[in-house]
């Protein structure tokens, strides 16, 4: 198993966020956590991802814990998230925002960035070759590389920052409501991409409270309310598109 949680509780004063949730995530599989707003599935995904601390449970990433582990720590052990608003450098360009993804997955050779040696140079031919190939394979074409993501509309912006999260060819992508706001195309192409991270090995957490995109997309939907899983409700979605 990639990833299990077992009983995660989170409180904040006298308000329980999240009580006592459990369910675990392979490679290759795409397990969406579904709920209405307020349900406690962004506070559950930020504890899972090192932003918030648990009150209690446990969570194993390649049966190692993971709880009390930082963002930075969580990364460097092949952990990858998007967020509600895109986080994205508006003046930079596409390739230059999915090249941060690169970034904490490894060391960085700060004394070859320094010096600008010849090693320095041909990592970052090898980083730009890879983050190119990443970028078409998610639909982003090259015309589009050299382009500010300010000036992209929003189904775009999502897709570049999920690239942002594949490029450095994570254990596991967590996506937190990747579809808020789109619709048609954009959101049948947001399907294909997320597909597409499971079928390169990536195990997928997807957040969402659009249940029927989460039926389409995932192999297996967990309904939260109330911060508590619904009993029952971990099920095999009708119609799954693998």
């Not at 194993?60 to 969580?74: D, K, R, W, Y």
């Not at 589009?144 to 929003?154: C, H, I, K, S, T």
């Amino acid at each position: 198993m990639l990833l299990e949680i077992d009983g995660l509780t989170k409180r904040f004063g006298g308000l329980t966020a999240v009580s006592d949730v459990s369910f675990g995530i392979d490679r290759g599989e795409i397990v969406g956590v579904f709920g209405p707003n307020g349900s406690g599935k962004t506070t559950l995904l930020n504890v899972i991802t090192g932003h918030v601390r648990a009150d209690a449970g446990e969570a194993h990433l390649f049966s190692q814990p993971t709880l009390g582990s930082t963002p930075h720590m969580l990364g460097s052990r092949g952990v990858r998230r998007s967020f509600q608003v895109p986080q994205l450098i508006g003046e930079l360009s596409v390739l230059d925002n999915v090249r941060l993804g690169l970034l904490g997955g490894r060391r960085q050779q700060i004394l070859g960035g320094i010096l600008r040696g010849p090693r320095y140079r041909a990592a970052t031919r090898r980083d730009t070759a890879r983050i190119v190939a990443v970028c078409r394979t998610v639909g982003l074409d090259d015309t589009l590389l050299r382009q500010r993501v300010d000036e992209l509309p929003l189904g775009l912006r999502r897709v570049v920052e999920v690239a942002r999260a594949l490029v450095s060819g994570p254990a596991l992508v967590c996506l937190d409501e990747p579809a808020a706001g789109l619709a048609g195309p954009a959101l049948t192409r947001l399907g294909e991409v997320i597909r597409l991270a499971a079928r390169t090995g990536s195990g997928v957490l997807l957040i969402e409270h659009n249940l029927s995109f989460v039926r389409e997309v995932c192999d297996v939907v967990v309904e939260i309310r109330d911060g508590r899983v619904v009993p029952g409700a971990a099920t095999d979605p009708v119609g799954a598109a693998r």
